[in-house]
């Protein structure tokens, strides 16, 4: 069936150093969203990728959708420990409404 | 608004048992999902709705119903609770609306934790 992998599964760093999260899929995707999910919480939307080859910012955070639509990625520019939490990726299957989920990377931010 | 609510907050089942998992959003959304999310796998989706009426199989829809007989409410029936069926269950809503492309921006409740002893 269809996978979307993450890399890292976890990441430690200490505030002030960048992070980077790894999604690829096994599919060419019609689009990519980013979720945000703190300890205990529910996921929370933070954007959305639909153009190949696309790239958008917010504030400290960078996205970007690989040309093939098949991967994606998202870059942390100086954590703060309020980006703690863990991170997923959700790919939209092609000619569906079906999003799959990545496996997420958690992230802790050391003071 | 209220958001996407989900009923109950936490559930203790036996095995064998059934119940069902409410989920209502007040945003007029036409599109709504579950997801259970186990430790270590993400989310995986059940089962996805594109409007009332419609109801489509996700990922794992095995030991699961739904059913949408209005816009509001997307209930998930456990049919006979198995201990494999412990999990926090989500469920999602969203819309479309175009902005240079389709959005489907998921609006998530705030989840039910089941345990199946």
Known sequence: GQQVMQIPQYQHVQEGEDFTTYCNSSTTLSNIQWYKQRPGGHPV?????????EVKKQKRLTFQFGEAKKNSSLHITATQTT????????G??????KYIFGTGTRL???A | ??????????QVLKTGQSMTLQCAQDMNHEYMSWYRQDPGMGLRLIHYSVGAGITDQGEVP???NVSRSTTEDFP?????AAPSQTSVY???SSYSRTSGGSSYEQYFGPGTRLTVT
Do not use: H, M, W
Request: with cysteine; charged share 15%.
């Open chain 1, 45 to 53: 939307f933070l954007i959305q990728l639909v153009k190949s080859g």
């Open chain 1, 83 to 90: 980006d703690v939490g863990t991170y997923f990726c959700a």
């Open chain 1, 92 to 97: 939209r299957l092609e000619g569906t409404y």
């Open chain 1, 108 to 110: 802790k931010v050391l």
């Open chain 2, 1 to 10: 608004n209220a958001g996407v609510t989900q009923t109950p907050k936490f």
């Open chain 2, 62 to 64: 095995n030991g699961y």
């Open chain 2, 76 to 80: 998930l029936r456990l049919l006979s």
């Open chain 2, 90 to 92: 989500f469920c999602a």
